[in-house]
């Protein structure tokens, strides 16, 4: 069955650089998008990142020049960094994949990250 | 970017009542291939979002059919026929006609 697990480190220090990886499995990244979306504590949610199915990529305008997403396929792996972190950046980040006509089908469980000295 | 408008923010319900939520958009969400990228999702306390509503109106994998969305261009609703315990949580539109994706501040469904 379809399943995308995240993994990251769950404190980063303010004007560190995250690292999120999204493990997935039951699809190929071949043929699914996959995106980033986040949600701080006790508020909606955020589209970040995707990457698509042929490798193009695609960023939130307002945090463009912070992020970097590629993939590993032979891993079955999307990877999300993001720079210069604020305390604003706290927030839980899932994967979730993209088909053609559906955005976020499938969703992981979500990383905790908190940005704190 | 898209402004998602949705209202209420907050709706009490009790069981087996009919209960709508309204989206507006900014702007329309039709495109010029004449598809409206248009979506629900459901985040109940404590998980991950899940899809309920794809393209306005057409029904998540395993989505009960108590659920239905509607609507055009800038306005859209959601429609629960009879809430039941589990519907409780937070519903969110979501549109992917104009990148960025943008999502709504989302309607809280709780228990009267």
């Known amino acids: 069955q379809v399943q995308l697990k995240e993994s990251g480190p769950g404190l980063v220090q303010p004007s560190r650089t995250l690292s999120l990886t999204c493990t997935v499995s039951g699809f190929s990244l071949t043929s699914y998008g996959v995106s980033w979306v986040r949600q701080p504590p006790g508020k909606g949610l955020e589209w970040i990142a995707a990457i698509w199915s042929g490798g193009s990529t695609d960023y939130n305008s307002a945090l463009k020049s912070r992020l970097s997403i590629s993939r590993d396929t032979s891993k079955s792996q999307v990877l999300l960094k993001m720079n210069s972190l604020q305390t604003e950046d706290t927030a839980m980040y899932f994967c979730a994949r993209e088909s053609i006509t559906t955005p976020f089908d499938y969703w992981g469980q979500g990383v905790m990250v908190t940005v704190s000295s | 970017d898209v402004v998602l408008t949705q209202t209420p923010s907050t709706l009490s319900a009790t069981i087996g009542q009919s209960v709508s939520i309204s989206c507006r958009s900014s702007q329309s969400l039709l495109d010029s291939a004449g598809n409206t990228y248009l979506y629900w999702y459901l985040q109940r306390p404590g998980q991950s979002p899940q899809l309920l509503i794809y393209?306005?109106?057409n029904l998540g994998s395993g989505v009960p059919n108590r659920f239905s969305g509607s609507g055009s261009g800038t306005d859209f609703t959601l429609k629960i026929s009879g809430v039941e315990a589990e519907d409780l949580g937070v519903y969110y539109c979501m549109q992917a006609t104009h990148a960025p994706y943008t999502f709504g501040a989302g309607t809280k469904l709780e228990l009267k």
């Open positions: 393209l306005v109106s």
